[in-house]
C-alpha cells in the first residue's frame, strides 16, 4: 500500500499540462493587461483607420 502511494508522488505525467496551463494564463494576463491599458489609443488607431476606409457620402 505504501509503495502504491510512494508511485502516485513521484508521478510526473500531468505535470506538463499543468505547467503549459500556467504560462498560458500568464500570457493571457500580460494581453489582457496590455490592452486595457492601451485601450484609449487603440481606440484612436482603428476609429482614424475606419474613418479613412469608409467612403465619403
Known amino acids: 500500500m505504501t509503495n ?13 499540462m499543468v505547467e503549459y496551463g500556467l504560462i498560458i494564463a500568464l500570457v493571457s494576463i500580460v494581453v489582457i493587461t496590455a490592452l486595457v491599458t492601451l485601450g484609449g489609443g487603440l481606440e484612436t488607431i482603428f476609429g482614424n483607420a475606419n474613418a479613412a476606409l469608409t467612403p465619403a457620402p
Not at 5 to 14: I, N
Open 4 to 16: 502504491k502511494l510512494m508511485g502516485l508522488f513521484r508521478e510526473e505525467e500531468g505535470q506538463g
